[in-house]
């Protein structure tokens, strides 16, 4: 893959997950109010626990991703980490299928 696509699958899958927050959790902004970045859980977007679980629910329904308690630790520190666990759960599944 070109790193210009990479780039961009990047792109794309970072705009959905913030699409996800604030669709599932019904939240009064623009999806493109919260940067990658962003603290999700405590200062930041000031999401909690029941927040999470709404979020790993939509990813697994969405983009066919688990999320268990053990993971949930450090991957809803931001959009970024999100995406970064789920890229990687997309490769295991991939050489899964090889």
Do not use: W
């Not at 669709?23 to 859980?41: E, F, G, H, T």
């Not at 999470?52 to 308690?69: F, H, Q, W």
């Amino acid at each position: 893959m070109k790193v210009k696509e990479k780039i961009q699958e990047r792109s794309e899958l970072c705009q959905s997950i913030r699409e996800i927050i604030v669709d599932r959790l019904m939240l009064d902004i623009s999806a493109d109010y919260i940067s990658n970045d962003q603290p999700l859980v405590g200062r930041g977007l000031e999401l909690d626990s029941i927040d999470s679980l709404e979020i790993s629910v939509a990813v697994n329904m969405d983009m066919d991703v688990t999320i268990t308690d053990e993971d949930s630790t450090t991957i809803f520190s931001s959009v970024n980490h999100l995406a970064d666990f789920i890229e990687k759960a997309r490769e295991e599944m991939e050489e899964d299928e090889e």
